[in-house]
């Protein structure tokens, strides 16, 4: 209890800096994974290609090497300076997207067809198609797998400490640098880890997947 | 069928064809329907009358031929198609409302998201074709909490609410439990009598009888007979059709 105590400048700084990553990444990764997921079953081949191509490289690279990518590589490319929580946000949403993007998909397979003819039927286009009645059954029918991929990423936000962010990752080696026990600040670390996932994300999938239960 | 001095037909198919890789699902497929008639396609399983019905409303596209809807030629994709095909109305065998959306959403889309009409005057005239089709009571609930002929019956509605020039129905009563299917049939025959253009897919001859002004049989991909429903169903002409009526009274 001391070591959270005395620490608590660090611990604070490192869960609000965990909590920014996490909720900018999410909000990017669910907005770009969408698109993606939607490029993929749109009747342009270019952009099934697209996003196809998109899903392929960067889900079967390590988030790392991304993070790598964008801390070290990028800043030496002459573009415009982005500090070190900029890039991980960027390359989280990136990286998370992917994931995203397929979940949705899955779901998108979920919805019988006849959803889509009857919509075309009634003459909307395929963009309202897909905005109005397809994506919503398709998100209501991955609620569970899309929380699976939000939790992936809160723990992938400590892989961002690594690049000098100082998330919640990074609290331990701080502790260190102070003198305290590192293996109390790590088990802190970890039990306010599993206080939100379960607290919070697990709270908000349960209230979706109650709200959002769809009936046939 | 046609005379030369009748007015433009609303629903015209010249030689359309059709294939589904080697499977030529529809041949030289000649069709007119007059404005205010209803007709009835029935014919064995798989001869092509869902394939048909779909490519009236370019759910299917088609290989060589041309389908025009009130003079107007279908357009391949688009805009211009999405509002061709708010014109025709169709009802499939499974209903197929949006089942995340309530009943009354289920009818007001269309108009909102088509046609651009405000939601107030969407709901007024929702409410009023659900009270016409029996259902008025059910607006607020979710599709899976209707029978099936109350879907079905929304269904229609929902078709409606877009005011189509023509309807075309899939079988829209062989997913219905026997005591279901007047409820719906009886929706039909009403419409029809409003003068309602209608192209149906049924085995249902109570219904042909009644609301039909034509029959025509369709068999591998082809129109085999056109008639008047009490000319085909007492003296059919071809030897399919004779099978086919054969089995079908008989069960
Ligand atoms: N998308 C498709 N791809 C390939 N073949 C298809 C497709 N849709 C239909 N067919 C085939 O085309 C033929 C005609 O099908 P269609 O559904 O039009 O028949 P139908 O007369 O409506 O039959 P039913 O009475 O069983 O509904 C069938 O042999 C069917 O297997
Ligand atoms: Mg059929």
């Not at chain 1, 067809?113 to 009857?118: F, H, I, L, N």
Request: net charge positive; charged share 20%; aromatic share 6%.
């Amino acid at each position: 209890m001391d070591t959270l105590i005395n620490n608590l400048d660090l611990f604070v700084t490192g869960f609000k800096n965990t909590g920014i990553l996490f909720v900018v990444s999410a909000v990017f990764a669910l907005i770009l994974g969408t698109i993606v997921a939607a490029m993929r079953v749109s009747p342009v081949p270019a952009m099934r290609a697209a996003g196809t191509l998109y899903v392929n490289t960067v889900r079967n690279t390590p988030l790392t090497l991304i993070l790598a990518f964008f801390a070290l590589g990028y800043p030496r490319l002459g573009l415009p300076e982005i500090n070190f929580m900029v890039a991980a946000i960027i390359g989280l949403s990136l990286y998370t997207a992917t994931y995203v993007a397929e979940t949705i998909r899955s779901g998108i397979n979920t919805v019988p067809v006849g959803q889509a003819e009857a919509a075309r039927a009634i003459g909307l286009p395929f963009g309202k198609t897909l905005s109005l009645i397809i994506m919503p059954q398709a998100f209501r029918s991955v609620v569970p797998p899309l929380f699976s991929v939000l939790i992936a990423l809160l723990k992938n936000t400590t892989v961002a400490a690594g690049f000098s962010v100082a998330e919640a990752g990074a609290i331990r080696a701080n502790l260190s640098e102070r003198g305290e026990p590192q293996m109390v600040g790590l088990l802190w670390v970890a039990l306010i880890f599993i206080v939100l996932v379960l607290g919070v994300l697990s709270t908000l999938q349960r209230y979706l997947e109650k709200k959002w239960r769809v009936a046939r | 069928m046609t005379s030369p001095e009748q007015p433009q037909p609303l629903v015209d198919l010249q030689a359309v064809n059709k294939h589904f890789g080697p499977l030529h699902v529809l041949r030289d497929i000649n069709l007119q329907v007059k404005r205010g008639e209803v007709v009835v396609v029935i014919g064995p399983s798989g001869s092509g009358k869902s394939t048909l019905c779909r490519a009236i409303n370019r759910l299917e596209t088609i290989d060589t031929g041309t389908i025009t809807i009130d003079g107007k030629t279908l357009p391949s994709e688009g805009k211009e198609l999405a509002h061709l095909r708010a014109d025709v109305g169709m009802v499939f065998q499974s209903f197929n409302l949006f089942a995340h959306k309530t009943i009354l959403e289920n009818v007001t889309l269309g108009p909102i998201k088509v046609k651009g009409a405000s939601k107030a005057d969407a709901e007024e005239q929702a409410r009023a074709l659900l009270e016409r089709v029996g259902v008025g009571q059910q607006a607020d609930k979710l599709p899976a909490q209707l029978s099936g002929g109350q879907q079905q019956r929304v269904a229609i509605a929902r078709a409606l609410a877009m005011k189509p020039k023509v309807m075309l129905f899939d079988e829209p009563t062989s997913a219905l439990d026997p005591e279901m299917i007047n409820e719906v049939l009886d929706v039909m025959i009403e419409l029809a009598r409003e003068g309602m253009t209608m192209v149906v897919v049924t085995h249902e001859m109570g219904f042909a009888r009644k609301a039909a002004d034509r029959v025509v049989f369709m068999a591998d991909g082809q129109i085999v007979e056109d008639a008047k429903p009490e000319d085909f169903f007492t003296n059919p002409q071809s030897a399919r059709a004779k099978d086919f009526l054969s089995k079908i009274l008989t069960h």
